[in-house]
């Protein structure tokens, strides 16, 4: 809009230059007077069109290299030509500068719109701008949905799997268990396997392995806790003193050495399942080496499948010549070399039985030779026979976490007036430990104390030992009792317990002889209870509770 720039000097106009060029050329239609006047009026229109054009061009220019935005001062008085020539065709000053307000509102008009249309050509950049973002945000979060859908599908169909495979699982278990009626669908039941003995000395059980299943007997021993059997390829030339350096993993050629021994045989076995991880287990006499393997194990009324367990590849000299062909490890967790779960545990987590003990009962066997197995026991899983001991069981809290060693808070031993000792012998004043092993056939003490108390009981000849182990005593005459206490309850030990029978060969004489079932060690402190214990003694082993319990045994 043309108007007088505020504060300006008094003749001095300020007016945009657009307008007074729309008033001349837009607004009069100055191009169709010249052309139309050009008859009429002659030279004059000419040099009035021709001046107002370079004044228009002028104006244009100076614009042109100023902002746009920038008012232009024009002088009217300073183009007389120009204003001359409109006064001269009539137009007067007021009209002219009402004109060119006109025209300036109207430009301010397209001005304002022009301004509009950018608005709201910005305002749509910014709205497509919006939707670019929105529309991209959209997709990350369709992206995002499609990823989660796809993890859902692929853990639906994982989970599918195995639901699958443990219905396939469930549905072989129950094939196999309607095809062999004495496997593990025996549940909460007690499992009971018979002891047998050679000469009441050596006591085992016996066990079958593999399919079809391959018979093998082994020592029940509640002092270790791993399951080894002799295997097939067992090296039984190989000298014992080999074995520290043995990886465990020994193949054996065309003869063992070990005929007597029976052997297990993975070759022969359709449900074996090699692991092929060495072992390695020292006992307190000898030591094996091998390597584990999975197979079926069948014990007395019970079928376990995928068992882990050792195959012996290398014997020491005790176990080359021994009587039975490998160990059922019935002792703490804590021992298992390997980290192998013990049988209870297995039995317990299958539910085959309902409680995580078992218990041993052992009795003499008379008459009982060396070359005829005789059964002189058994081991129950998961309870006890009860018609095998006298009484209620007594228990005492196991001390410790490696053995079931039981704490012993002393012996006492009554006096003996046929050895001249008066007086109570008193041992394990201090408190000791005992151990209740099957493993071990007679019971071993510390070798001081030992001999004291041979000596107590009435040994013949104190300090030398029948065949250097046995401490002989007269036969006919009455010995002592001895009295272990156990805290809250006593076990008396009477002659018949701690005296067993030899025949010993002088030549070719035989004569009999009365041993005591005490033996001295003389690097353990431990006192072990083992089968001559047991014999007059129920014990049962309660991993639950942490305890041992004992009553006092009843032969069959």
Same mark, same amino acid.
């Given at each position: 809009?043309?108007?007088?720039?505020?504060?300006?000097?008094?003749?001095?106009?300020?007016?945009?230059?657009?307008?007074?060029?729309?008033?001349?050329?837009?607004?009069?239609?100055?191009?169709?007077?010249?052309?139309?006047?050009?008859?009429?009026?002659?030279?004059?229109?000419?040099?009035?069109?021709?001046?107002?054009?370079?004044?228009?061009?002028?104006?244009?220019?100076?614009?042109?290299?100023?902002?746009?935005?920038?008012?232009?001062?024009?002088?009217?008085?300073?183009?007389?030509?120009?204003?001359?020539?409109?006064?001269?065709?009539?137009?007067?000053?007021?009209?002219?500068?009402?004109?060119?307000?006109?025209?300036?509102?109207?430009?301010?008009?397209?001005?304002?719109?022009?301004?509009?249309?950018?608005?709201?050509?910005?305002?749509?950049?910014?709205?497509?701008?919006?939707?670019?973002?929105?529309?991209?945000?959209?997709?990350?979060?369709?992206?995002?949905?499609?990823?989660?859908?796809?993890?859902?599908?692929?853990?639906?169909?994982?989970?599918?799997?195995?639901?699958?495979?443990?219905?396939?699982?469930?549905?072989?278990?129950?094939?196999?268990?309607?095809?062999?009626?004495?496997?593990?669908?025996?549940?909460?039941?007690?499992?009971?396997?018979?002891?047998?003995?050679?000469?009441?000395?050596?006591?085992?059980?016996?066990?079958?392995?593999?399919?079809?299943?391959?018979?093998?007997?082994?020592?029940?021993?509640?002092?270790?806790?791993?399951?080894?059997?002799?295997?097939?390829?067992?090296?039984?030339?190989?000298?014992?003193?080999?074995?520290?350096?043995?990886?465990?993993?020994?193949?054996?050629?065309?003869?063992?050495?070990?005929?007597?021994?029976?052997?297990?045989?993975?070759?022969?076995?359709?449900?074996?399942?090699?692991?092929?991880?060495?072992?390695?287990?020292?006992?307190?006499?000898?030591?094996?080496?091998?390597?584990?393997?999975?197979?079926?194990?069948?014990?007395?009324?019970?079928?376990?499948?995928?068992?882990?367990?050792?195959?012996?590849?290398?014997?020491?000299?005790?176990?080359?010549?021994?009587?039975?062909?490998?160990?059922?490890?019935?002792?703490?967790?804590?021992?298992?070399?390997?980290?192998?779960?013990?049988?209870?545990?297995?039995?317990?987590?299958?539910?085959?039985?309902?409680?995580?003990?078992?218990?041993?009962?052992?009795?003499?066997?008379?008459?009982?030779?060396?070359?005829?197995?005789?059964?002189?026991?058994?081991?129950?899983?998961?309870?006890?026979?009860?018609?095998?001991?006298?009484?209620?069981?007594?228990?005492?809290?196991?001390?410790?976490?490696?053995?079931?060693?039981?704490?012993?808070?002393?012996?006492?031993?009554?006096?003996?007036?046929? $050895?001249?000792? #008066?007086? !109570? +012998?008193? @041992?394990?004043?201090?408190?000791?430990?005992?151990? =209740?092993? *099957?493993?071990? /056939?007679?019971?071993?003490?510390?070798?001081?104390?030992?001999?004291?108390?041979?000596?107590?009981?009435?040994?013949?000849?104190?300090?030398?030992?029948?065949?250097?182990?046995?401490?002989?005593?007269?036969?006919?005459? $009455?010995?002592? #009792?001895? !009295? +272990?206490? @156990?805290?809250?309850?006593?076990?008396?030990?009477? =002659?018949? *317990?701690?005296? /067993?029978?030899?025949?010993?060969?002088?030549?070719?004489?035989?004569?009999?002889?009365?041993?005591?079932?005490?033996?001295?060690?003389?690097?353990?402190?431990?006192?072990?209870?083992?089968?001559?214990?047991?014999?007059?003694?129920?014990?049962?082993?309660?991993?639950?509770?942490?305890?041992?319990?004992?009553?006092?045994?009843?032969?069959?």
């Amino acid at each position: 809009m043309l108007r007088r720039r505020t504060g300006a000097p008094v003749g001095e106009q300020a007016y945009r230059p657009e307008g007074i060029f729309i008033l001349f050329v837009h607004k009069m239609s100055f191009a169709n007077y010249c052309s139309t006047g050009s008859s009429s009026r002659g030279l004059q229109v000419w040099l009035l069109c021709l001046t107002t054009l370079l004044f228009t061009c002028a104006l244009t220019s100076h614009v042109n290299a100023n902002s746009e935005d920038k008012l232009v001062r024009v002088d009217m008085i300073s183009s007389p030509s120009l204003y001359g020539a409109l006064t001269d065709h009539g137009v007067s000053s007021d009209a002219i500068v009402q004109l060119a307000e006109h025209l300036a509102d109207r430009q301010a008009i397209e001005d304002a719109n022009v301004e509009r249309e950018h608005l709201r050509y910005v305002r749509i950049l910014r709205a497509r701008a919006d939707s670019d973002r929105l529309r991209l945000h959209r997709a990350a979060v369709d992206a995002r949905r499609e990823r989660a859908e796809a993890l859902e599908k692929r853990y639906n169909h994982i989970l599918n799997l195995e639901r699958l495979h443990a219905r396939a699982t469930r549905s072989r278990t129950r094939r196999s268990r309607r095809s062999a009626p004495d496997n593990e669908q025996s549940r909460h039941e007690l499992v009971q396997a018979n002891i047998l003995t050679l000469m009441n000395t050596a006591y085992f059980g016996t066990l079958h392995i593999g399919t079809p299943p391959q018979k093998l007997h082994v020592q029940f021993d509640s002092g270790s806790s791993n399951i080894w059997v002799v295997s097939s390829l067992v090296n039984c030339f190989k000298k014992a003193s080999a074995m520290k350096k043995s990886s465990g993993l020994i193949m054996a050629g065309k003869a063992d050495g070990c005929p007597k021994l029976l052997k297990y045989s993975h070759k022969d076995s359709s449900t074996y399942d090699p692991v092929n991880i060495p072992f390695h287990l020292s006992y307190g006499s000898g030591s094996v080496s091998g390597f584990f393997s999975r197979d079926n194990i069948g014990l007395g009324n019970m079928l376990l499948k995928d068992v882990l367990f050792a195959e012996a590849t290398l014997l020491s000299y005790e176990f080359r010549h021994s009587s039975y062909d490998g160990i059922l490890g019935l002792g703490r967790e804590y021992t298992a070399s390997g980290g192998v779960p013990l049988l209870l545990s297995v039995m317990m987590k299958r539910g085959v039985i309902s409680r995580k003990v078992f218990s041993v009962h052992l009795h003499n066997v008379p008459g009982a030779n060396h070359s005829v197995s005789s059964v002189a026991g058994s081991v129950v899983f998961g309870g006890a026979d009860t018609r095998r001991f006298r009484g209620k069981l007594q228990f005492a809290p196991v001390a410790g976490d490696q053995y079931w060693q039981v704490k012993l808070h002393g012996i006492t031993v009554q006096p003996n007036k046929l $050895t001249g000792h #008066t007086e !109570t +012998l008193q @041992l394990c004043q201090d408190g000791c430990v005992t151990l =209740p092993d *099957t493993g071990t /056939t007679l019971m071993v003490g510390p070798a001081k104390d030992i001999d004291r108390l041979n000596a107590h009981l009435g040994a013949i000849t104190p300090g030398k030992r029948l065949l250097r182990v046995f401490s002989e005593f007269h036969c006919n005459v $009455t010995h002592p #009792t001895i !009295t +272990l206490n @156990l805290g809250t309850f006593h076990i008396k030990l009477t =002659p018949k *317990t701690y005296l /067993t029978t030899l025949h010993v060969r002088h030549g070719k004489n035989v004569r009999k002889a009365c041993i005591s079932a005490f033996l001295p060690s003389e690097d353990d402190p431990t006192w072990i209870m083992g089968a001559a214990f047991l014999r007059s003694f129920y014990t049962l082993f309660d991993s639950e509770n942490k305890r041992v319990g004992f009553a006092e045994s009843v032969s069959p």
